[in-house]
């Protein structure tokens, strides 16, 4: 995986962020989801780096990355990744992302607008939105968000009693099969079994259920215009209650988007039609 790749970590402040950078040309940075890392871009980094500068990062906490402050905000991460890219020599760049990488991207997108060239929003919508319509159906489908929100340091030691059995049944219970490599399986694994990760997962979604929606609420009547292009899947919960590009177009007034026939995890599950969709985004670009 990430042939020709090199690895790098950049102490960025508040956070060591670990990555991947591969490839010659516009910069690209690949944000992740829970509960993986980098690794869910292994299907296409490889040829995006063809024709770009791909850089593939773990986001604070996650993986081989370290949070220095404890600080799981969105927009914390999102500082992160502009510092990241400015290490490399990118002051502006185009990003790509997926669940938490993608709500990261978002805070990105409004924090620091000249950073961010275009985005690729997949299988989200905004987080506030979540909150609103989350009901019975929806509830038992992202348990999680309630879950690892929970104070006091419970989610913690429950998950840390097995925690590869619970990561992979959260990949499981996202995407409804195992669409996953074994070689992908096996770092996401590794990264599990590391109780800081369980923790920053934790610190995620705690966050997620508070300041990171005080964020979003202030950002609230705010848009940016540049090009946005949102990827969901046909068999996810995504758009059970809202239409995603329509639910986006209050942030981003450019966005399109389309429908992928997959699950959750759209990268590994349908990888030549993510990297078309990719492609032909950051073409029309050029």
């Known amino acids: ?51 770009y500068h791909v850089v ?23 500082l992160d990744m502009v510092k990241l890219m400015a290490s490399l020599g990118h002051s502006s760049f185009h990003v790509v992302s997926h669940d938490r990488g993608a709500r990261t991207a978002h805070r990105m997108a409004f924090d620091h607008p000249v ?57 499981i219970g996202l995407s409804g099969s195992d669409v996953f490599s074994p070689e992908a399986k096996a770092e996401y694994e590794r990264a599990a079994r590391n109780p800081s990760v369980i923790a920053a997962w934790c610190g995620d979604y705690a966050a997620g259920a508070s300041v990171d929606l005080e964020h ?21 919960a995504v758009d059970h209650h809202l239409n995603p590009v329509e639910a986006w177009t209050s942030w981003f007034p450019n966005a399109t988007g389309q429908v992928i026939d997959a699950g959750h995890f759209l990268v590994e599950e349908r ?9 032909d985004h950051l073409r029309t670009l050029a």
Not at 33 to 46: D, F, K, L, S
Not at 129 to 154: I, N
């Open 1 to 51: 995986m990430f042939e020709g790749f090199r690895e790098i970590k950049a102490d960025v402040g508040n956070a060591i962020i670990h990555a991947r950078v591969g490839g010659d040309g516009a910069p690209v940075l690949l944000l992740h989801g829970y509960p993986q890392t980098h690794v869910m871009w292994h299907p296409i980094a490889e040829t995006l780096a063809e024709t």
């Open 56 to 78: 593939a990062a773990d986001l604070r906490g996650y993986g081989d990355s370290v949070a220095k402050d404890g600080d799981f905000t969105f927009r914390a991460m999102a």
């Open 115 to 171: 950073a961010v060239k275009s985005i690729v929003l997949m299988d989200i919508i905004p987080t506030l939105d979540v909150w609103r319509t989350m009901d019975d159906w929806l509830a038992k489908r992202y348990y999680h968000w309630t879950f690892l929100a929970q104070p006091g340091g419970m989610p913690e030691r429950l998950i840390n009693s097995d925690p590869v059995m619970f990561m992979r049944s959260a990949l």
């Open 216 to 236: 979003d609420r202030a950002s609230l009547g705010e848009t940016r215009d540049m090009p946005c292009l949102v990827l969901w899947g046909s068999k996810g």
């Open 271 to 279: 990888p030549n039609e993510v990297l078309k969709a990719v492609q």
